[in-house]
């Protein structure tokens, strides 16, 4: 199963708010899987998708120097199951960041629609605080999150703003 659940960035303000889009396809295993004959995205993808938008827009205002990890998550609500041909938009909203972690509240909608809201709090793990036989990578930051990395910063710089 795929690890990445936004597709791309269409608005990315460092150290401020990052927007992230995240297309529903039949063709996603979890919908044949979650329900069998009622595809609906799972709560837990969505709010991981929120939560990767956020992480990114964190990583990011530490030039990706630390590892951020999920911490918890708060006050997470669902106003409605999402279904395929739907187009999540992930909106996320940087509210404090310090040497130990971060504070992001984020929000989910289907056009104008709200579907889901949460706070999400964010760690940021040195490599003292890797477990035993993990590398010493940043590796929250590669593979498909680098990609989409590199392009919430082409999104930042074509809207004339420094990344």
Not at 53 to 80: P, W
Not at 127 to 153: I, N, R, T
């Amino acid at each position: 199963m795929r690890w990445t659940w936004i597709d791309r960035f269409v608005a990315f303000e460092p150290r401020k708010s990052a927007v992230a889009v995240k297309n529903l396809s039949l063709a996603e295993d979890h919908f044949a899987d979650h329900f069998p004959g009622f595809p609906v995205m799972p709560a837990p993808l969505i709010l991981e998708g929120l939560a990767q938008t956020g992480g990114i827009l964190v990583g990011h205002a530490n030039n990706f120097e630390k590892n951020v990890v999920l911490a918890k998550m708060t006050n997470a609500k669902f106003h409605r199951e999402t279904t395929p041909g739907e187009q999540l938009t992930y909106t996320t909203t940087l509210l404090q960041i310090n040497d130990t972690g971060a504070q992001v509240v984020g929000t989910v909608h289907v056009g104008g629609e709200l579907v889901a809201e949460a706070e999400i709090m964010f760690a940021h793990i040195n490599p003292a605080q890797l477990p035993a036989g993990m590398p010493d990578a940043k590796f929250v930051f590669s593979g498909e999150l680098a990609y989409l990395l590199k392009m919430a910063e082409a999104t930042a710089n074509a809207a004339g703003k420094p990344s």
